[in-house]
């Protein structure tokens, strides 16, 4: 199966080419229109970026999705789920005013804003998957309850899945913090003893308090670890490192949350990846390094694993940037997120992606 994916380039040359409209023309060339029926509660899912985070999507680009979708109809929501670390979003009261700090409220977004997880993020659905690793999946409730869903992504670089777009947006941001620990349970980090130097930052930071000091070195239970990775960001030494033979697993357990995402509402979704500000690092972070690639465009499509190899081979297109965190891989036609992080291949996403029928790796990219 091929699927269409279609890309509106940044190289604006006059008004009707404006980021914003050519928003509002994926969103009809690609046939979002009709996958939305009249009087639909339909969820925009998203990511309104850790406080301190400045390269989430704007709130503009998200208006006029908001905007298309009531017109063909719906009654758009934007929603976004708890987080399993401790941070800015980790409550819907935190998440929410987080939200509105970064100009995500109804006057500008056009939508009211929805955590679909509930307040501790409890508000959830088990969904049948039937996959290698997982038998059910946890989804949060009102992304469940929702009648269609635009998955709005910016892609980036992860440190573990390699990339974040809408496959990961899908199995990891609809997930609530249970069904988060569920994928990064086959991840835990390892402690490098000669490193550690027994500050408890990592104590601290871990959610689940699975990392205790004992002689003066960070030791991690794996009974109470999940994954989340926090001890990482946390150490200064770099004592807490990622055991990459398990990361595999860690992805292929995140594609099958994403198909659990939308394997209730099919027909009715769509995505599109914001391929600007293409940073290092995940949203997720309270901070945003430089791009590192020049800012692509903007996609649209009705299979995640499409766009999301549309993106890739879009980003790998580009003359990588110099001086940021891509430290090699610079060229065209290389990969450029294994040039920030080396053992991450996201690939893996897309070919497990397909594999389990959540979409097709092979795609028509339609110039609009």
Known sequence: MVS???FASMMAKRPVEEEVVRVRRLFSTAGFDDLIHE???TAIKLHFGERGNETYLKPAFVRQVADAVRESGGRPFLTDTATLYHGSRENAVDHLLTAIDHGFDLSSAGAPLIIADGLLGDNFVEVEVGKSHLKRVKIAGDI??????????????????????????LGMGCAPPIGKADQHRASQPLVVEERCTGCGNCSSAC???????????ALID?????GCGACLVACPEGAMVLDWETIPIFLERMVEYAFGAVSEKEG??????FVIDVTPDCDCLPWSGAPIVPDVGVLASRDPVAIDAASLDLVNGQEGIRGTALKAHHRRGEDKFRGVWPEAD??????????IGLGSSRYRLIEV
């Open 207 to 217: 959610p689940e308090s699975a990392v205790l000091l004992e002689g003066g070195t």
């Open 222 to 226: 794996p009974e109470i670890c999940v």
């Open 144 to 169: 469940a309850a929702a009648d269609s869903m635009i998955v709005v992504s910016h892609l980036k670089g992860h440190g573990m899945a390699g990339f974040g777009g809408a496959i990961k947006n």
């Open 4 to 6: 269409d994916v279609y």
């Open 268 to 273: 009715r979704f769509g995505f599109f990846n």
């Open 346 to 355: 996201g690939r893996l996403q897309i070919k497990y992606g397909e594999e």
């Open 39 to 41: 009087g639909d509660l």
